[in-house]
């Protein structure tokens, strides 16, 4: 079993930044896609962003491509969400999410097996 703790939200105003932090545990991630999800007051989960097992291939969710940045240190088993330019639709609860079974990763949440609790990023006009 994996377990999930995501943290690093908080409030931020319009054009703030932040930096979510997925930290693994029960076994390492190393060989693992990662990726970051979130979901807003009233709306369906979406994918934000995917990394390989090894880093070598990311993927982006179209609205947050070039203001996002997913990553991964596996010698920490840790995942990340750096956001900059954040805006209020970004405004929702991130979720970090991990597969053993796919290496890339990739946009499906049906992927996934295993999910953190999640982290609420607000951000204020």
């Known amino acids: 079993q994996v377990h999930l703790v995501e943290s690093g939200g908080g409030s931020v105003q319009t054009g703030g930044s932040l930096r979510l932090s997925c930290a693994a545990s029960g076994r390492s991630i190393s060989t693992y896609g990662m990726a970051w999800f979130r979901q807003a007051p009233g709306k369906e989960r979406e994918f934000v962003a995917a990394?390989?097992?090894?880093?070598?291939?990311?993927l982006y969710a179209d609205s947050v491509k070039g203001r996002f940045t997913i990553s991964r240190d596996n010698a920490k088993n840790t995942v990340y969400l750096q956001m900059n330019n954040l805006k209020p639709e970004d405004t929702a609860v991130y979720y970090c999410?991990?597969?053993?079974?796919?290496?890339?990763?990739?946009?499906?949440?049906?992927?996934?097996?295993?999910w953190g609790q999640g982290t609420q990023v607000t951000v204020s006009s």
């Open positions: 999410a991990a597969t053993p079974r796919y290496y890339s990763g990739g946009y499906d949440a049906a992927r996934y097996d295993y």
């Open positions: 990394i390989s097992w090894n880093g070598g291939t990311t």
